[in-house]
């Protein structure tokens, strides 16, 4: 693709700050993406209420991310615009062994998500499932990735889209509940399901990567912004209701595999799987961890420090409102290694004298 991108003028700067973050060359410097009041959120939120929808018209949505992302390209974050495949987020997998694919709307963010109900009533059925290339979902997936990179070509990018590998797989076939059974009473069928997933997510990020033209040599991320070289996003969110020990037996072999096939990747981590940390920012391959927050937990952002100290030098990426955020910049309390996804900046103008003030931060 071309080596500039339209709706980010300081690219270039941008990604000079992004690799030395994740080549753990800034520990001491911080980074931020800000966010600003959209009019095209605005008008996707008119259009559509939080709740089950269609699988949309792929104009419209090429339209938003358009919309949206030229609305921010006179930020002087640590941003690098790019359009999310929210379609494919979770229904694809199951959608391509014959699972009946639900979308949802999320007006907060733009998204439209998909998912599916269990695909096996019993583990006998995983005899008969085959990837099918040629299956009509497959099919739209190659669609709607060839269609959004040939509209971003020069202005933005097309995000790596979420892996379902793993036990996530495996809830797509059976379900939540069956998944944690079935490690008990049926391991040599989840490792079948576990290999299948391999295949699966090997065959679909392969082709991704073929279609949507990575930047500068790195993939654009939505969970990131931006990582070096062919990196996809895992999900290790079924071990965040197991121990550590769960993960270390059925989670962290499946993940390292994958990843040694690309290179590296990002994981998402949720507030009840905090007590993760420490295994799972041990991976072979990891690039950066994106710590989410979650109701009943405290904000990442508030307890950083205690965090940070169980995942070493790994980058990470928190969110953080911005009153709150601008406070510790000014009190220069801010932990480093990090990338902040800034939440409710007033305007362009604030962000951008914010980011004065993060390029210049020092520990």
């Known amino acids: 693709m071309a080596d500039t991108l339209a709706l980010k003028p300081n690219a270039r700067e941008v990604l000079v700050r992004l690799r030395a973050l994740y080549e753990r060359r800034a520990p001491d410097r911080i980074f931020a993406t800000l966010d600003v009041p959209s009019p095209a959120l605005a008008r996707f939120a008119e259009q559509y209420a939080h709740g089950y929808c269609d699988y949309p018209d792929l104009r419209e949505r090429i339209r938003f991310w358009d919309e949206h992302l030229t609305e921010r390209r ?11 495949l929210s379609e494919f987020d979770q229904g694809l997998y199951g959608g391509l062994f014959g699972g009946d694919v639900q979308f949802m709307a999320h007006p907060e963010n733009g998204w439209i998500s998909s998912m599916v109900a269990p695909l096996l009533n019993e583990w006998a059925e995983l005899d008969g499932l085959r990837f099918d ?18 509209a971003a070509a020069g202005k933005f990018g097309v995000s790596h889209f979420i892996l ?17 059974l079935s490690l008990l009473e049926r391991p040599d069928m989840v490792r079948r399901a576990i290999d299948l997933a391999f295949e699966v997510n090997l065959q679909v990020h392969t082709d ?3 279609i949507a033209p990575t930047f500068e040599g790195g993939t654009f991320s939505n ?23 769960y993960f270390e037996e059925w989670g962290r072999e499946p993940v390292e595999r994958i990843f040694a096939r690309f290179d590296g990747g990002v994981v998402h981590i949720h507030g009840n799987g905090r007590h993760l940390l420490a295994a799972v920012a041990s991976l072979r391959g990891l690039r950066a961890m994106f710590l ?4 009943g937990y405290p904000l990442a952002f508030e307890v950083l420090p205690e965090l940070q100290a169980r995942t070493g030098d790994m980058p990470l990426v928190v969110e953080a409102e911005f009153g709150r955020f601008a406070d510790a910049l000014k009190r220069h309390s801010l932990c480093g290694g990090v990338l902040y996804k800034v939440t409710d900046a007033p305007d362009i103008a604030a962000a951008n004298r914010c980011m004065e003030r993060v390029r210049e931060y020092r520990l």
Not at 133 to 147: A, C, K, S
Not at 165 to 176: I, M, P, R, S, Y
Not at 223 to 245: K, N, Y
Not at 292 to 295: G, L, V
């Open 208 to 210: 991704f990567f073929a």
């Open 164 to 180: 379902i590998d793993g036990l996530n797989f495996v809830f797509e076939l059976v379900g939540a509940t069956n998944t944690y």
């Open 133 to 150: 290339r040629t299956h009509p979902w497959y099919r739209r997936f190659i669609e709607q990735t060839t269609l959004f990179a040939d």
């Open 292 to 295: 989410a927050d979650d109701r």
């Open 223 to 245: 969970m990131a912004q931006w990582l070096p070289g062919r990196a996809i996003s895992e999900s290790v969110d079924p071990f965040h209701m197991t121990s550590v020990d």
């Open 74 to 84: 006179f930020l002087e974050d640590d941003a690098i615009p790019s359009a999310y």
